[in-house]
């Protein structure tokens, strides 16, 4: 089945110890998201590629970095990770990102994510 | 700029009977789509059911359907039968025209009792 998946589901790292999530997917989607959702609230989107174009949130921590080698892979980066890290990360996945009548195409898909935690 | 409203933190609902969880929303675009999204204690979120603005009948998909009133600016997610794996959180989102982004509600609990 296609689908999208993150690894590891469960990562501890130490408080400044950088750490790297990893996102793959089969949809052969264009659009890759990554969110942050800390407990209780509702996600929050940190960026996204477009194919090779990134999108930073402007509320987006510099500490949080992503790579998309290629079509199927995205990568999360946090280079020195802060107690108030820990959290929810969520990826995601749309074929387009351009609204148009019908917006089924615009449905993200998301993988089960990775629950980070800080020590 | 959209917003989405959830008003119910918590429902609890018996097994085999109807539910409706509420959301309004709030845009200045004509054009927009309504999403909502179930998350289990395991943390995935899953796609449950869209509907655009343009879209003249309200959506369905199994035994979830989504009660799209325009005018009252809300799309209601009903759904049938629960069964005990339907307890998880349920989030309403929303995008606008020309927009990626979706605006997520706070969500609303849901638990089955059986």
């Known amino acids: 089945d296609a689908m999208v998946i993150q690894n590891p589901r469960y990562q501890v790292t130490q408080f400044g110890k950088p750490v790297t999530l990893s996102c793959s997917q089969t949809l052969n989607h264009n659009v890759m998201y990554w969110y942050q959702q800390k407990s209780s609230q509702a996600p929050k989107l940190l960026f996204h590629y477009y194919d090779k174009d990134f999108n930073n949130e402007a509320d987006t921590p510099d500490n949080f970095q992503s790579r998309r080698p290629n079509t199927s892979f995205c990568f999360l980066d946090i280079r020195s990770p802060g107690l108030g890290d820990a959290a929810m990360y969520l990826c995601a996945t749309s074929r387009t990102k351009h609204m148009g009548t019908s917006y089924s195409k615009n449905i993200q898909y998301f993988g089960a994510g990775t629950r980070l935690s800080v020590l | 700029a959209q917003k989405i409203t959830q008003t119910q933190p918590g429902m609890f609902v018996q097994e085999k009977e109807a539910v409706t969880l509420d959301c309004t929303y709030d845009t200045s675009d004509q054009s927009y789509g309504l999403f909502w999204y179930k998350q289990p204690s395991s943390g995935e979120m899953i796609f449950l059911i869209y509907?655009?603005?343009?879209?003249?009948q309200n959506a369905t998909e199994g035994r979830y359907s989504l009660n799209f009133q325009k005018a009252r600016k809300s799309a209601n997610l009903v759904i049938s039968a629960s069964q005990l794996g339907d307890s998880a959180m349920y989030f309403c989102a929303i995008a606008g025209a020309g927009s990626y982004q979706l605006t997520f509600g706070k969500g609303t609990k849901l638990s089955v009792i059986p």
């Open positions: 509907q655009g603005s343009y879209d003249e």
